[in-house]
C-alpha cells in the first residue's frame, strides 16, 4: 500500500489515484491504438503492421469475369471502362479499366484501378494520400529492402516484388510478371533523366 500513502503525501486521495491511473491506462491504450494503424501514424509506426504485398484480390492474368466476386465483396461501387487500345502498350486488341471504390488498403477504403489488357489484369493502380507515403516507404522497405529506383519526389519500385509507390501521383501500384518489362523501362527512363 505504498502507493497510497505515497498519494496521500502528496495530497492525493485515493479516488484522484485511482482517476489517475484510468486516464493513464486509457491513454495508453489509445497510443497504442494508433500506432497499431499505421493510416493514422506516419511517423514511428511499426512497419511491420502493414503488409505491402499485393492484396489476393489482385489476380493477375485473369479476366474481369474472374474478378467479378472480388468486384462485388471488395468494393462499395464499381464501374468498368473501355480505353483506346493504343493508349495501352500492353495491349493489342482490348484496353479496360475497372474503377473498384472503398477497396480496402492501408487502413481505409481507396479507388483501385484494375487495368485489363486484351482480357488479363496486367497492374492496379491504388490511390492514397500523400500522408499515407511516409508510412507506406517504411513497411514497404521493411518488408521488400531497398528500392530498386528511387526518383526523388515522384516513385520508388521495388521491382523484384512487382510493387511500386507514387509521389507525385500519392498511390500504390502492384503489376503482373507481364507488364513488369515495360514498367521497369519507364523507371529506368525516370532515373537516367534525373
Not at 473498384?100 to 484494375?114: D, I, T, V, W
Request: with cysteine; proline share 8%.
Amino acid at each position: 500500500m505504498t502507493h497510497k500513502r505515497e498519494g496521500a503525501a502528496r495530497g492525493l486521495s485515493e479516488t484522484a489515484m485511482t482517476n489517475r491511473s484510468a486516464l493513464i491506462s486509457t491513454c495508453a491504450a489509445a497510443m497504442v491504438a494508433l500506432l497499431a494503424n499505421p493510416a493514422h501514424a506516419a511517423d514511428g509506426f511499426d512497419p511491420s503492421t502493414f503488409d505491402p504485398a499485393p492484396p489476393p484480390a489482385f489476380q493477375f492474368g485473369e479476366s474481369v469475369e474472374a474478378h467479378a466476386a472480388t468486384f462485388a465483396s471488395d468494393c462499395t461501387s464499381f464501374g468498368t471502362r473501355t480505353l483506346p487500345v493504343e493508349e495501352m502498350p500492353l495491349a493489342t486488341e482490348s484496353h479496360m479499366q475497372v474503377d473498384c471504390e472503398g477497396f480496402e488498403y492501408y487502413g481505409a477504403p481507396r479507388l483501385a484501378e484494375f487495368v485489363f489488357a486484351d482480357g488479363a489484369l496486367t497492374h492496379v493502380w491504388v490511390l492514397t494520400g500523400a500522408e499515407d507515403l511516409p508510412g507506406m516507404q517504411a513497411a514497404f522497405d521493411y518488408s521488400f529492402g531497398a528500392p530498386s529506383h528511387h526518383v526523388p519526389g515522384a516513385v520508388m519500385a521495388y521491382m523484384p516484388h512487382r510493387a511500386v509507390l507514387r509521389f507525385d501521383t500519392p498511390e500504390a501500384l502492384y503489376m503482373s510478371e507481364a507488364a513488369a518489362p515495360f514498367f521497369a523501362a519507364w523507371f529506368d527512363g525516370m532515373v537516367s533523366e534525373q
